[in-house]
């Protein structure tokens, strides 16, 4: 029976592993817990084009709007045009969508949600279903890609292999490698990183969402999500003032906070005005609440932080690898769904689809691993992970232009930390410097415009 190995357990890896199963293959997905996801810890939805009145063809255009006709258009139609598979795969799982609500950048209320925890509630049910149809969970870190001229025969864990004669990878982004995050604190892109030191070439690293409304309290950096803003709250500064359409794509929204911020000013999320934020938003309230704020009486502090890694190893349509026999999906992956920027609600669409149309394209390419050769491993530490951070915060962040970019790379030279983790945090600093242009998550203050010699990817081998 041909084996495959699911290396993560968001949303993304466990679509996969349940359609492989049903497939009659041997899955075993390691994982370091459902709950250290950015899938379990996403707030508001899934969208989906499948209301009366909403079509296909206008969510690829807000898509496509959104991410600054960066997109690979093929891409997002291949992943929208499967909406209603992935709405029939939840569903039949028994998942119940409460709500239909508008976020930032759509042009129709179609980000399906469940009590703003949608996230939550997608990766128990999933997991759950691939417990019972038999997926070997295995608990730990993957700690490397078992690569050999550019095949994979399976990953390392303990410092021993795991054979698989297909390997997924779905663990992940890279926004822990910035200093303000509300996501997983794993998703440090280390695979990423390794994938690329193997062969693997990234793709639009510079690339990196700042969602508008993180909150920064006494339990850490939490996320107060779109949705707040779609059912009508109000960003405000502290005299008072509303500075931009709430509505807006993440990116533009993001930047004018920052400016805000900038010049002094403290900026407020005023949702006072929605009623039952209790019942509509009960993990938002919960902490707001622990940290002293009543969002139903009192303003929400934001600041932008680090949400989304729009890059990712760069795959095909089908989402495989330029190595043979591994595969990305989910965040992990880039294949020019989002563009330059991603529009809200779509990344879960992206988890489900990549899960199905993986085990469709492995159906098809029928990996098969009949010899192992000698593989090596190396035990690397994590090293300076904080000064790491700082950096690519302080030098590649919300706002960049071309002498903190090279300053960022100098002093990166310095860093004592992983060099997967090196070569990746290059790539965001390198993609950035080259892309002398402004669109969407990428903002440059000495270059603030689209320019058409820019709108391609750009891809980053490690040289």
Request: aromatic share 10%.
């Given at each position: 029976m041909t084996e495959v190995g699911v290396i993560g357990g968001g949303i993304a890896g466990l679509t996969a592993a349940i359609a492989l199963v049903k497939q009659g293959y041997d899955v075993t997905l390691i994982h370091a817990g459902i709950k250290n996801t950015n899938s379990y810890l996403a707030q508001a939805g899934i969208a989906l084009p499948i209301l009366e009145g909403d079509s296909p063809n206008a969510h690829v255009l807000d898509t496509i709007r959104a991410g600054r006709y960066l997109n690979d258009e093929e891409t997002v139609w291949n992943?929208?045009?499967?909406?209603?598979?992935?709405?029939?795969?939840?569903?039949?799982?028994?998942?119940?969508?409460?709500?239909?609500?508008?976020?930032?950048?759509?042009?129709?209320?179609?980000?399906?949600?469940?009590?703003?925890?949608?996230?939550?509630?997608?990766?128990?049910?999933?997991?759950?279903?691939?417990?019972?149809?038999?997926?070997?969970?295995?608990?730990?870190?993957?700690?490397?890609?078992?690569?050999?001229?550019?095949?994979a025969y399976g990953i390392f864990l303990d410092g021993e292999l795991m054979k698989f004669d297909g390997t997924i990878l779905a663990s992940g982004g890279y926004t822990a490698l910035f200093k303000y995050t509300a996501g997983s604190e794993l998703n440090l892109g280390t695979l990423i990183g390794d994938a690329i030191m193997k062969g693997a070439p990234a793709r639009d690293l510079e690339f990196v969402q700042f969602h508008p409304t993180g909150f920064a309290g006494k339990n850490g950096v939490k996320l107060v999500s779109e949705a707040v803003r779609g059912a009508g709250a109000k960003l405000v500064t502290e005299d008072g003032e509303r500075f931009v359409n709430e509505l807006e794509p993440r990116d533009v929204v993001a930047r004018a906070i920052y400016r805000q911020l900038q010049s002094g000013k403290r900026v407020f999320l005023d949702a006072t005005g929605i009623d039952d934020f209790k019942g509509r938003f009960p993990q938002i309230y919960a902490f707001l609440k622990k940290e002293g704020i009543n969002p139903e009486r009192d303003l929400i502090p934001v600041f932008p932080i680090a949400h989304y890694s729009i890059g990712g190893v760069s795959v095909d349509l089908w989402y495989r690898t330029p190595i043979r026999n591994l595969y990305a999906i989910g965040e992990a992956a880039s294949n020019g769904f989002h563009g330059a920027n991603r529009l809200a609600s779509n990344s879960l669409l992206e988890c489900v689809i990549s899960g199905l149309e993986v085990v469709r394209t492995i159906c098809r390419d029928r990996p098969r691993i009949r010899e192992t050769p000698e593989l090596r491993y190396s035990d690397n530490e994590l090293g300076d992970i904080e000064s790491l951070r700082e950096l690519l915060w302080g030098y590649a962040g919300i706002v960049r232009d071309g002498a903190s970019l090279e300053e960022g790379l100098r002093k990166l030279d310095g860093i004592e930390v992983d060099e997967r983790l090196k070569i990746l945090a290059m790539g965001v600093l390198k993609n950035a410097l080259i892309r002398k242009e402004s669109r969407g998550a990428h903002f440059r203050r000495d270059y603030p415009y689209m320019r058409k010699e820019f709108e391609r990817p750009l891809f980053w081998t490690g040289f």
């Open positions: 992943v929208i045009s499967k909406s209603s598979e992935a709405y029939t795969f939840l569903t039949s799982l028994g998942l119940k969508f409460e709500e239909n609500e508008v976020e930032g950048g759509h042009s129709f209320p179609r980000v399906f949600t469940i009590k703003n925890e949608t996230g939550k509630h997608m990766t128990k049910i999933l997991y759950v279903r691939a417990k019972e149809l038999g997926v070997n969970f295995v608990q730990g870190i993957a700690e490397a890609l078992a690569v050999r001229d550019k095949k």
